[in-house]
């Protein structure tokens, strides 16, 4: 069975510290897919980035960068320099292809200014 | 990638009544597929609806209390029926449009049941 776990359930920082949001993974899969979503107070899914199994580079997108390990089955996700619109429910999520998103228990981060 | 249109954004219903979600998706898609992320929880998933083929249902989650519609490759229905205050969440769904692209989801209906 899959299973995604994001062991921090908050995170509060103060505006410009860095950042890291954690994810753990399981599959037997040897195609899969990561996913990262932010759901600001309003509530709408936000898509972040998605991560093919035989992709392992970093990637960094501005102030977001993301590590794929698949050595310890990790893809974590670090905000550099954190802002108070970065506030909001983080969701690490995994897929087969083609199949439902399996979704972490998300990480509700906290941005003070 | 796909745009998704879901309707009501919220209702409040009255206990052991019906609501039916709908969403409408500007390009065919296969799958579509529907959550439930109850107050403070992460996304379940309901169930898989397929055109043509009756719905695939999660465990926990049965046929009678919430039938899904699929009629087309761009339309389906999510009935959550005989409400109680427990099925107050906020109800989403998701297409899988392109392998390029991310999951597309509905801005979601927060149902409130009083």
């Known amino acids: 069975a899959q299973k995604v776990t994001q062991a921090q359930t908050e995170i509060s920082v103060v505006e410009k510290e860095d950042v890291t949001l954690d994810c753990v993974y399981e599959t037997r899969d040897t195609t899969y897919y990561l996913f990262w979503y932010k759901q600001p107070p309003s509530g709408e899914l936000v898509f972040l980035i998605r991560?093919?199994?035989?992709?392992?580079q970093n990637e960094i997108s501005g102030r977001y960068s993301w590590n794929f390990q698949k050595s310890t089955s990790s893809f974590n996700f670090t905000i550099t320099a954190s802002q108070v619109v970065d506030s909001a429910v983080y969701f690490c999520a995994l897929t087969s292809a083609g199949t439902a998103l399996i979704f972490g228990k998300g990480t509700t981060l906290s941005v003070s200014s | 990638s796909a745009v998704i249109s879901q309707k009501p954004s919220r209702d409040i219903c009255q206990r052991g009544t019906s609501l039916t979600i709908q969403c409408q998706v500007d390009?065919?898609?296969?799958?579509m597929f529907w959550y439930r992320q109850q107050p403070g929880q992460s996304l379940t998933l309901i169930a898989t609806?397929?055109?043509?083929?009756?719905?695939?249902?999660e465990s926990g989650f049965v046929i009678d209390k919430f039938p899904i519609s699929r009629p087309n490759l761009t339309f389906s229905t999510l009935t959550v029926s005989n409400l109680s205050p427990e099925d107050s969440s906020i109800y989403l769904c998701?297409?899988?449009?392109?392998?390029?692209?991310?999951?597309?989801f509905g801005s979601g209906t927060r149902l409130t049941v009083v």
């Open positions: 998701s297409v899988f449009p392109d392998r390029n692209y991310g999951y597309t």
């Open positions: 991560r093919n199994s035989f992709d392992e």
């Open positions: 609806a397929n055109q043509g083929s009756e719905a695939t249902y």
């Open positions: 390009s065919q898609v296969t799958m």
